[in-house]
């Protein structure tokens, strides 16, 4: 007998009774239906299926700032535009725009207008022309608003339904087993109508946490969700949303409760007639990051957040060692869901990711080359009061300047490298601009601003910029062509679809290697990456090339021979060998 097909309303019921068991769920199932799908908002009859069909080797994207691109006389969000027809297009097809709100810290994660476009940006229109010729992803910056936002006005003066949107704590609370990624007192005290009130502050105190025990914060979000998709959102990346649900005595971090509501989320956007993704952003230790994919029914996409901290010490170390044994762990993403791999973002570099993969001794050459190179290091507090790396805060391509041994003349192709594994890897490729500009590290941007991430956030005056990419011996220049290059040719390979076949090659550790099948197994690529400053030659036997085959290498045109033929890799130097290039 064929399975009766559970209504939506059933279906949200379900996860509402988990997340609010005190409460009636139908009666809030039909609020979250309204919420998400206002006014007869057109709907699927069925939840779109898990499948491969959300995305394709031909998704990449550029994950930059609203006014990463300035000249003092248009529109960011207008500048942006225009830089991405003119530079992006057939490079990348989406684009990560960060916070694009009225804000009042944290470059835009401390929104205090979650229905407005900074007008310093631009407004809504702008936000859509982008949409309309590249996939978009938004932000919905849900743990937290800003301190100066209306929300958290309305709280202190005790209106409601802002009266009870914001999470109260006492101080005489054992708080000890809080998880949280800064220094900085977690409770702040502020007045109110009410008399004082202690407020959660996960981030800082200007980022007030909100209290999801609260279905009127969920429905409120599911609003937002809405507003975003009808203005051409087709990714919305939940930031930070481990931290949603707080129970005072835990960690606080990953509670069923807060996987529940993703659940929800997930649930929502597959009865959409949208194709929208769900990107969960949760910088954490490998095991605890995966959990977001759930069973199929959290998280579309997650972010490979172990990735950036492994590449970094593959490449100033001259070899893939715990590169390789991290990946060789890893397990395919389940059907319907896929990694998004980056090394560099708008963040510094996460070091929790790395727990239990790099070991303390190979962490800290890491942090001290960092240094070495004008980078700078970001603390968390821990729960014995002592404190440990969270970030390290540089670009990535400043990053690439020099190794264990010191700088040397292998930069631009040291960065080259790291990129190109970015992009071979299962999954979808992510860019921040600042990588594919080659943007130096802004210590200026840290002096005036008293902020370390800020050596990652240059503001690029559009006129100098283009000078710059005008010019092509410079730095920016050369870079921005040659990852240019690479994903034109990526976006046609089939063995490059984001879930397509991987399997880690066990070779020399100055080599990275994967080999990626398509879905179709019709081609297959062997993408080869030497992470050393050494000449290393390869045997195609230890490829397992077929022979009879006639392999090239997408890179560079060359044909391989597989018998008799060895494989030499120059330092730095990436091969993309494959039967059947597209």
Not at 7 to 21: D, G, H, K, N, T
Not at 27 to 41: H, K
Not at 432 to 438: D, E, F, N, R, T
Not at 513 to 536: C, K, P
């Amino acid at each position: 007998m064929t399975k009766p097909v559970t209504s939506l309303s059933q279906r949200v019921s379900e996860f509402l009774a988990q997340i609010y068991p005190e409460m009636n769920a139908d009666i809030l199932a039909s609020q979250v239906i309204e919420a998400f799908f206002p006014e007869e908002t057109p709907r699927r009859k069925r939840p779109r299926a898990p499948g491969n069909n959300l995305w394709s080797e031909k998704d990449a994207l550029l994950i930059t700032y609203g006014n990463s691109i300035v000249d003092g006389t248009h529109k960011p969000l207008d500048l942006l535009h225009d830089f991405l027809l003119e530079y992006m297009q057939g490079v990348v097809n989406g684009v990560h725009i960060l916070p694009f709100f009225p804000f009042t810290s944290d470059d835009g994660f401390a929104v205090t207008d979650y229905r407005a476009v900074n007008p310093a940006l631009g407004d809504w229109p702008d936000i859509n022309r982008i949409g309309a010729d590249f996939l978009l992803m938004s932000d919905l910056v849900l743990n937290h608003v800003s301190s100066q936002g209306a929300w958290f006005n309305a709280y202190r003066q005790g209106h409601a339904p802002y009266d009870r949107f914001f999470f109260e704590a006492d101080p005489a609370d054992d708080l000890s087993m809080v998880v949280r990624p800064r220094t900085t007192p977690l409770l702040q005290e502020v007045e109110t109508s009410n008399g004082p009130r202690h407020v959660w502050c996960t981030f800082s105190h200007d980022q007030i946490d909100l209290d999801f025990r609260n279905p009127e914060v969920l429905l409120e979000f599911l609003r937002i969700m809405r507003l975003h998709v009808d203005n051409g959102v087709r990714i919305i990346r939940l930031d930070a949303v481990a931290f949603i649900w707080k129970v005072v005595g835990s960690p606080s971090i990953h509670l069923t409760e807060t996987h529940a509501i993703v659940r929800l989320m997930r649930l929502l956007c597959d009865f959409a007639q949208e194709p929208i993704i769900l990107l969960t952003e949760t910088n954490v230790p490998n095991a605890e990051n995966l959990s977001y994919f759930g069973n199929r029914n959290e998280a579309h996409a997650v972010y490979n957040f172990t990735l950036p901290p492994l590449l970094l010490h593959a490449m100033m170390s001259g070899s893939a060692e715990y590169l390789h044994r991290w990946q060789r762990g890893m397990p395919p993403a389940q059907l319907g869901c896929a990694y998004l791999n980056f090394s560099a973002s708008h963040d510094g570099i996460g070091m929790r990711p790395a727990e239990g993969v790099l070991p303390e001794e190979e962490k800290a050459r890491v942090i001290q080359t960092v240094r070495d190179l004008g980078g700078l290091v970001s603390m968390r507090a821990l729960p014995d009061g002592g404190e440990s790396p969270y970030e390290l805060n540089i670009t990535f391509f400043e990053a690439m300047g020099g190794t264990f041994k010191g700088r040397d003349d292998y930069h631009i192709a040291r960065f080259i490298c790291s990129q190109t594994i970015v992009m071979s890897l299962e999954g979808i490729p992510a860019f921040y601009i600042h990588s594919m500009l080659a943007t130096q590290n802004d210590h200026d941007q840290v002096a005036r601003r008293g902020m370390n991430r800020a050596i990652n956030r240059h503001n690029w005056e559009y006129p100098a910029l283009k000078a710059k990419l005008d010019d092509p011996d410079s730095q920016h220049a050369l870079v921005l062509s040659a990852l240019s290059a690479r994903l034109r040719a990526r976006s046609r390979q089939i063995a490059f679809h984001p879930n397509a076949t991987q399997f880690t090659l066990s070779l020399d550790p100055r080599i990275f290697g994967v080999w990626r099948q398509s879905l179709d197994r019709a081609q297959s690529i062997f993408a080869l990456h030497n992470v050393s400053d050494e000449r290393v030659v390869i045997q195609p036997h230890e490829i397992n090339l077929i022979e009879g085959a006639d392999w090239v290498d997408v890179l560079s045109g060359e044909h391989i021979r597989v018998e008799g033929g060895d494989i030499p890799m120059a330092p730095y130097q990436c091969r993309w060998i494959t039967n059947r290039a597209g």
